[in-house]
């Protein structure tokens, strides 16, 4: 989607009759769109004046309108794959998992390869993965690639090996174990390869799809060489430009600049891996894991990280890196500090340079993160799954290490620009559930308000991919919206003991849905992306 649609396309439209969430007016109950932008916001009184003129009127009937969301991390083919085919997220025990593989296999005879993601051993009772012998006998000694959540290791079949010659010779291949580092990327390589054109842009769709019925605008895509393939990435940036759906940004994980200018990626970024994840163990930390006798490894230094800096500033590309591990972090700190020093730090700043996941916050890490303009693009849904005291952050890193991790609370203090997203398919699309995950965030003291996370989710996406006109629904803006079946709203804010809010119209703040846990979340009616409706919910 882009914003060169012909004027044809754009009717005005007047949405009159329940609450717009805007900062140019916290009272605002009507809001008129004309040719792809927000043209007025304000009150119902005065929405008289424009329903003579306006192509259409939408009666609220009560519902909220606010920005679309924004989802800063996605991989789009994978999380259709996902949605359509095999998925192991929620599988509690590990002979559930196998029979799910068990009944996929039987459905997809004709798939030369099968797919499928999800699983997470550290939720199983059973605490360890299928072996490659039960996977042998559960597909019928098929091929199968099978990701786990984090999607830094794979579980394979004898065959899937078979179809890549050398791949036991290769790091990240240790029998027994799941595959990971370079042994993972040569098999997944395989694996997508085997995905037909057809079959790959119907995922992209279903994907897109789903993503306009919860409310989210724009998603970026995080592809580059050894997550998918160029023929996909640029399938889709041309699918989303020449379909209805969602805005999609792209950016390609290289370090060869010219070749992610030539993609037509915002960026040689996203998820350029300067490390791997807490789940597979391949994070890198200054100190060994709880739970292994290693402390993972870095897939980038310092100099390597200034050389890749420098060169996406010279030409105008946002550079970013995947870092989780706070030695990872650092490698990731001291590297864009070096580019400042040689290129000024205000070009530095000035190029929005982002760090994907960026969990392992040290305070000082935080403090450079803002010294240096670096955008935090986070995922508050990993706290949500993997955080508390007993959860799998505990697990790898002891209960005192994994209470640092993701402090947004902090991020926010500092200055540093967030940008929410999901990594889908690692967790799932869920704009309301991630607002909900950062402002109930696991440990207190890194919890902020639904407010600033509701900002983090929209502006702050834009922000990120240096746009500041847009993701506020105020005159002029692009007219990415959502429209929302929710009860009352309030503003919330999180201190150091509980959550509290207030209803008071004094405040002058506009209110939000009341996001503490247990309540139900908003329900999306309709998406629009450049004043065209991508979505409707069927029955509205």
């Given at each position: 989607?882009?914003e060169?649609?012909?004027?044809?396309?754009?009717?005005?439209?007047?949405?009159?009759?329940?609450?717009?969430?805007?900062?140019?007016?916290?009272?605002?109950?009507?809001?008129?769109?004309?040719?792809?932008?927000?043209?007025?916001?304000?009150?119902?009184?005065?929405?008289d004046?424009?329903a003579?003129?306006v192509?259409?009127?939408?009666?609220?009937?009560?519902?909220?309108?606010?920005?679309?969301?924004?989802?800063?991390?996605v991989h789009?083919?994978?999380?259709?794959?996902?949605?359509?085919?095999?998925?192991?997220?929620?599988?509690?025990?590990?002979?559930?998992?196998?029979?799910?593989?068990?009944?996929?296999?039987?459905?997809?005879?004709?798939?030369?390869?099968?797919?499928?993601?999800?699983?997470d051993?550290?939720?199983?009772?059973?605490?360890?993965?299928?072996?490659?012998?039960?996977?042998?006998?559960?597909?019928?000694?098929?091929?199968?690639?099978?990701?786990?959540?984090?999607?830094?290791?794979?579980?394979v079949?004898?065959?899937?090996?078979?179809?890549?010659p050398?791949v036991?010779?290769?790091?990240?291949?240790?029998?027994?174990?799941?595959?990971?580092?370079?042994?993972?990327?040569?098999v997944?390589?395989?694996?997508?390869?085997?995905?037909?054109?057809?079959?790959?842009?119907?995922a992209?769709?279903?994907?897109?799809?789903?993503?306009?019925?919860?409310?989210?605008?724009?998603?970026?895509?995080?592809?580059?060489?050894?997550?998918?393939?160029?023929?996909?990435f640029?399938?889709?940036?041309?699918?989303?430009?020449?379909?209805?759906?969602?805005?999609?940004?792209?950016?390609?994980?290289d370090?060869?600049?010219?070749?992610a200018?030539?993609?037509?990626?915002?960026?040689?970024?996203?998820?350029?891996?300067?490390?791997?994840?807490?789940?597979?163990?391949?994070?890198?930390?200054?100190?060994?894991?709880?739970?292994a006798?290693?402390?993972?490894?870095?897939?980038?230094?310092?100099?390597?990280v200034?050389a890749?800096?420098?060169?996406?500033?010279?030409?105008?590309?946002?550079?970013?890196f995947?870092?989780?591990?706070?030695?990872?972090?650092?490698?990731?700190?001291?590297?864009?500090?070096?580019?400042?020093?040689?290129?000024?730090?205000a070009?530095?700043?000035?190029?929005?340079?982002?760090?994907?996941?960026?969990?392992?916050?040290t305070?000082?890490?935080?403090?450079?993160?803002?010294?240096?303009?670096?955008?935090?693009?986070?995922?508050?849904?990993?706290?949500?799954?993997?955080?508390?005291?007993?959860?799998?952050?505990?697990?790898?890193?002891?209960?005192?290490?994994?209470?640092?991790?993701?402090?947004?609370?902090?991020?926010?203090?500092?200055?540093?620009?967030?940008?929410?997203g999901?990594?889908?398919?690692?967790?799932?699309?869920?704009?309301?559930?991630?607002?909900?995950?950062?402002?109930?965030h696991?440990?207190?003291?890194?919890?902020?308000?639904v407010r600033?996370?509701?900002?983090?989710?929209?502006?702050?996406?834009?922000?990120?991919?240096?746009?500041?006109?847009?993701?506020?629904?105020?005159?002029?803006?692009?007219?990415?919206?959502?429209?929302?079946?929710?009860?009352?709203?309030?503003?919330?804010?999180?201190?150091?003991?509980?959550?509290?809010?207030?209803?008071?119209?004094?405040?002058?703040?506009?209110?939000?849905?009341?996001?503490?846990?247990g309540?139900?979340?908003?329900?999306?009616?309709?998406?629009?992306?450049?004043?065209?409706?991508?979505?409707?919910?069927?029955?509205e």
């Amino acid at each position: 989607m882009s914003e060169s649609a012909t004027p044809a396309e754009h009717r005005t439209v007047l949405l009159r009759g329940g609450e717009v969430h805007s900062p140019a007016d916290p009272f605002a109950t009507a809001m008129v769109v004309e040719r792809g932008h927000i043209a007025w916001v304000g009150s119902e009184g005065a929405a008289d004046a424009f329903a003579p003129g306006v192509d259409e009127v939408i009666d609220l009937e009560g519902a909220l309108v606010t920005p679309a969301f924004v989802d800063a991390h996605v991989h789009t083919t994978a999380t259709g794959l996902a949605l359509t085919g095999l998925d192991l997220s929620s599988a509690a025990t590990l002979a559930e998992a196998a029979e799910r593989i068990r009944a996929y296999a039987g459905s997809r005879p004709a798939d030369r390869v099968l797919i499928g993601h999800g699983w997470d051993a550290s939720r199983w009772p059973e605490r360890r993965p299928l072996s490659r012998a039960e996977l042998d006998g559960l597909t019928g000694g098929r091929p199968l690639y099978l990701t786990r959540i984090d999607v830094h290791s794979a579980l394979v079949t004898t065959a899937m090996l078979d179809l890549v010659p050398g791949v036991r010779g290769r790091d990240g291949f240790r029998d027994g174990e799941p595959l990971t580092g370079e042994a993972h990327h040569a098999v997944r390589a395989a694996a997508y390869a085997s995905v037909s054109p057809g079959q790959r842009a119907e995922a992209q769709r279903a994907a897109l799809r789903h993503a306009t019925s919860l409310g989210i605008g724009t998603v970026h895509e995080c592809g580059g060489p050894d997550i998918s393939s160029e023929d996909d990435f640029t399938g889709l940036l041309k699918a989303a430009a020449d379909e209805p759906g969602p805005r999609v940004v792209g950016y390609w994980a290289d370090t060869d600049v010219e070749r992610a200018h030539a993609l037509g990626a915002a960026g040689a970024a996203g998820d350029l891996f300067a490390d791997g994840s807490l789940g597979s163990h391949t994070a890198c930390l200054h100190e060994p894991y709880a739970d292994a006798p290693h402390s993972g490894a870095a897939h980038l230094d310092a100099d390597a990280v200034a050389a890749h800096v420098t060169a996406c500033t010279e030409v105008g590309l946002q550079a970013g890196f995947h870092a989780i591990g706070d030695h990872a972090i650092g490698n990731v700190v001291a590297g864009v500090r070096s580019a400042a020093d040689a290129l000024g730090l205000a070009r530095i700043r000035a190029a929005r340079h982002r760090v994907e996941h960026a969990e392992m916050l040290t305070p000082e890490a935080v403090a450079a993160f803002a010294e240096l303009g670096l955008t935090a693009s986070v995922q508050p849904a990993f706290d949500a799954a993997w955080g508390g005291d007993t959860g799998m952050y505990a697990q790898r890193l002891g209960v005192e290490r994994a209470r640092t991790l993701n402090p947004y609370a902090a991020l926010l203090r500092a200055g540093v620009p967030l940008a929410f997203g999901s990594d889908s398919p690692v967790t799932p699309l869920d704009p309301w559930g991630t607002v909900r995950a950062a402002a109930f965030h696991r440990t207190p003291e890194h919890r902020i308000s639904v407010r600033a996370a509701f900002t983090a989710h929209t502006r702050g996406g834009w922000r990120a991919v240096g746009r500041d006109d847009a993701g506020t629904l105020v005159p002029g803006a692009p007219a990415d919206y959502a429209v929302w079946r929710t009860g009352e709203l309030v503003v919330q804010a999180p201190d150091d003991r509980v959550a509290r809010w207030s209803t008071d119209p004094r405040s002058g703040t506009p209110g939000l849905p009341d996001l503490t846990p247990g309540n139900t979340l908003p329900e999306c009616l309709r998406t629009v992306v450049f004043g065209q409706t991508v979505y409707v919910r069927p029955g509205e």
